[in-house]
DNA sequence: TATCGTTACTTTCAATTTGATAGTAACACT
DNA sequence: AGTGTTACTATCAAATTGAAAGTAACGATA
């Protein structure tokens, strides 16, 4: 990479934050992921207040990354469900866990394991073609004409 | 995944989030991937305000992402460079990057190629000893023992 | 029938964080 | 002597956050 100036309309990383850039998004699509689907749920496993869980539910919804869904007429219940969009959320989860675990993992963690073959699941990020790491080869940006 | 109650203290993401999870932390981190060290290159390029920039790059230092280097004794001047542990970052930086380009990618965006065998690059998260895409497959989590 | 518990919030308000603007310190250059 | 560059700090208003309490709609229990 090289640059001096790096557009940031232009760049994905700065549109995905835009939508998903807090830390108490993340950990909500993060427990989403691992099966909670109601407010209370998300609550108390996160300890987060309600009025910030309240929003945050909102905001993922409005985005596209949450559906809400009403599971119950009387009384009116909602719940939560990952969209496709959310879903696909998941190996960025994967990946700052991999960070996170490397690089501030003193104690125990929390592990990910195939439900079928039973292997200890290690995420890394390859390039789709070559199948290269990410990381091991020099890379080159470039930006979009300016049409 | 399946579970009640994430333990938070054991969430490598967790871990992760409470060291780099901002948005301007995170966009520090590209801009520091695509070459930036000094003070201005970032202030301009992320259009931030001087306080937080100092506050952002400070902590970035103290938490091992970033280093601070004297560049010049006289006058006195620092730049920042990528740590081992920053550098790493680059892997989330790219899935973050793809779920961008995915699902907020209207309009032109900045793209990513081999330097050296010019192919695009398309980050894909897969597990390390199977080689399937991350969300491909079940996954089971595991608590760590309280022990 | 009264009260309690559950779920999914809203209200209120103080504390913290943020962002915009301006200023400063140390120099180099002209 | 005056201007420009770099890397900040100071000030302060505005926005965000978080803690605590309250509310609405019900169902279950006594």
């Known amino acids: 990479m090289n640059s001096e100036n790096i557009a940031n309309d232009s760049c994905p ?12 998004s993340i950990l909500i699509l993060r427990d ?18 309600p009025t910030m869980l309240t929003r945050r539910l909102a905001t993922l919804t409005e985005e596209g990354l949450l559906e809400k869904r009403r599971y119950s007429e009387h009384p009116p219940r909602e719940e939560y469900l990952l969209t496709a969009a959310g ?3 998941l190996p960025v989860l994967f990946m700052i866990g991999e960070w996170g675990r490397q690089y501030r993992g003193g104690g125990k963690l929390v592990r990910f394991f195939d ?21 091991t080869r020099p890379i080159r940006m470039v930006m979009p004409d300016a049409s």
Chains 1, 2 share one sequence.
């Open 115 to 135: 439900a079928e073959n039973g292997t200890e699941i290690k995420a890394v990020a390859v390039d789709e073609v070559t199948g290269a790491k990410i990381g």
């Open 87 to 89: 879903r696909d959320f």
């Open 32 to 49: 989403a992921h691992g099966g909670l689907t109601r407010f209370d749920q998300f609550r108390k496993s996160l300890g987060i207040a």
């Open 13 to 24: 990383i700065a549109r995905s934050l835009a939508f998903a850039g807090d830390a108490w």
